[in-house]
Structures are given as structure tokens and as C-alpha cells.
């Protein structure tokens, strides 16, 4: 047996290697936005590959993995320009991947084209202003469409997500009207809601797309949007 001075020189000695080995962990770093987006787009092909051969889906499944593709090809050579650079689209991302173990068959046609709507409107939008360019989204909240109603929240949630009860909508970081915020271009759902009053307005359905611009050379791209209040 090992004297008690020997003993406390191999507990000093492994109490030492696992510190290093935590400092060593701990020096590891955080990845970027851009690996983040790399990644989640190499997630995405992985679970649309054990999708492709189910018969319901074989018209959608093609579409979206040519538009996860591109965002991979333009990944590549995409330069961040900040630290947080790239986190909207990147976010959003990962909800479509989060989004498609859930499809179960007889939502999943339904779903699918939803995504692939999302991701075509997304792909255009990129092509034009950027890959990490989001929108900036001014809404105003009225009564009956014409008297402007302030202090009322605004919530939005992705359109391929609207039909979905448990999926968490978004807020604007500011009261109405009006409220703005930026946002990762796709086709979203848009609603007001009181916060002394548990009611919402009327849902509106708005793409972000460089399509709905009027002019195409603005920066950063600003949608206007009318909400009725509740």
C-alpha cells in the first residue's frame, strides 16, 4: 500500500490533470454564426435525405433541399460582418428543422409547402439585398382600418408555423403605433393584441419578400403594415 504522503501526491496530481482538462475545455471556442448557419443547414439536408422517399413528398422535398442548396453554396463564402451577424437567419432555420420531425402524414403535404414557400421567399429576398439582410417591419394598429389605436402588443409567427397550437409566436420589442422590428425575410402571419383585453385582431398574412418592395435599392428593406386592432 501507498503511505499517506504518496497517497495525497496522486490525488494532487489527478485533481491537476482534470483541471487542465476543464481550463482546456472551458479555452474551447463558441462557434460562429456562420458555423451555427452551416451547420443547421447540413441538419436540414440530413433529415430532408430520410424524407425524400416518402410518396407524399416527393414534389416538396426537391424544391426545399434545391433552396437549402444555395443558402449552403452562399454560407461558404458569406463574410459576417458583426459577431451576431447571421442569427435571425440562422434562427429560423432551425425552426424549419424543428418543425419537420413533427410532420406527421396527414399534415405533412400542407406543411411541406409552407416550408417551401418560406424558404423560396427567404432565397429571393437573400439573392437580392445579402444573406444575413433582414427587414425591418413598421406596423400600425387601427380601429376599424382608420383611427390609429396605440399601446397594443404586436405578434407574428412563420406562416409554415400558423396552423400549429404549440408553436411560440413572436413580439415586437416595442408598443403600437407605431411598433417596428427586424425581421428575417419569409411569409409570415401578423396580429395585434390588447394587453387589458384577451383578444386579438385580425390575423394578416404578409410576405417578406423582395417581391412586395416597390423599390427594390432600399436599405434595409421596410415593409409597412396596417393591423387591426382588437
Known amino acids: 500500500m501507498l503511505p499517506d504522503t504518496a497517497k495525497l501526491a496522486a490525488v494532487c496530481v489527478v485533481a491537476c490533470a482534470l483541471s487542465f482538462a476543464y481550463q482546456d475545455a472551458s479555452k474551447q471556442p463558441t462557434p460562429s ?3 451555427l448557419v452551416t451547420q443547421t443547414l447540413d441538419n436540414l439536408e440530413t433529415r430532408l435525405s430520410s424524407l425524400a422517399g416518402a410518396p407524399t413528398l416527393q414534389n416538396a422535398v426537391p424544391k426545399i433541399r434545391d433552396h437549402v442548396a444555395w443558402f449552403r453554396a452562399k454560407a461558404m463564402t458569406w463574410q459576417p460582418a458583426t459577431e451576431h451577424d447571421g442569427q435571425s437567419i440562422r434562427q429560423s432555420l432551425q425552426r424549419i428543422l424543428s418543425a ?3 410532420i406527421d402524414p396527414p399534415a ?3 406543411r411541406m409547402a409552407e416550408i417551401e414557400a418560406y424558404l423560396a421567399a427567404k432565397v429571393d429576398f437573400c439573392r437580392t439585398f445579402g444573406l444575413s439582410t433582414n427587414a425591418v417591419v413598421i406596423a400600425a394598429t387601427k380601429k376599424a382600418g382608420l383611427e390609429e389605436v396605440k399601446g397594443l402588443e404586436v405578434w407574428y409567427v412563420e406562416k409554415f408555423l400558423a396552423s400549429d397550437p404549440n408553436a411560440a409566436p413572436h413580439r415586437f420589442s416595442s408598443f403600437s403605433s407605431p411598433a417596428t422590428e427586424t425581421v428575417a425575410p419569409g411569409r409570415y402571419v401578423f396580429w395585434s393584441t390588447s394587453p387589458s383585453v384577451s383578444r386579438a385582431g385580425e390575423k394578416l398574412e404578409q410576405c417578406l419578400c423582395s417581391s412586395s418592395l416597390q423599390d427594390a435599392n ?8 396596417d393591423l387591426l386592432a382588437p
Do not use: G, N, V
Not at 432600399?218 to 403594415?225: D, L, M, V, Y
Open 33 to 35: 454564426e456562420k458555423q
Open 100 to 102: 419537420l420531425p413533427a
Open 108 to 110: 405533412a403535404q400542407a
Open 218 to 225: 432600399r436599405r434595409p428593406p421596410t415593409f409597412r403594415i
